[in-house]
């Protein structure tokens, strides 16, 4: 896994857009997904920052979704699956 930590300091999301705005765009099972239709690394950190994970210590692409492990700002540990199309938190 990728591990990645963060620089100290507080991070501001200001105006974050919507999370679905009505892009119903869908792989099928096995199809390729092109550059276009996933979400960045970027996006995938203030999904889970708005979620309230505070500190990302692990964050991969597999497939279709973004994997983040981090902890709140209670220091418990938190784990995302987030999305790559359209960044909907996955349960």
């Given at each position: 896994m990728l591990a990645l930590a963060l620089i100290g300091?507080?991070?501001a999301l200001p105006?974050?857009?919507s999370l679905a705005q009505g892009d119903s765009r869908r792989a099928e099972v096995g199809q390729t997904l092109n550059a276009d239709q996933?979400?960045?690394e970027s996006r995938a950190r203030a999904i889970?920052?708005?979620a309230?994970?505070?500190h990302v210590e692990e964050i991969?692409?597999?497939g279709?979704?973004?994997e983040l492990a981090g902890r709140t700002a209670d220091d418990e540990e938190i784990i995302l699956?987030?999305?790559a199309r359209d960044g909907r938190i996955l349960d």
């Open positions: 300091g507080s991070v105006g974050l857009p996933v979400i960045t889970a920052w708005s309230g994970m505070v991969m692409r597999a279709d979704r973004w699956d987030i999305d």
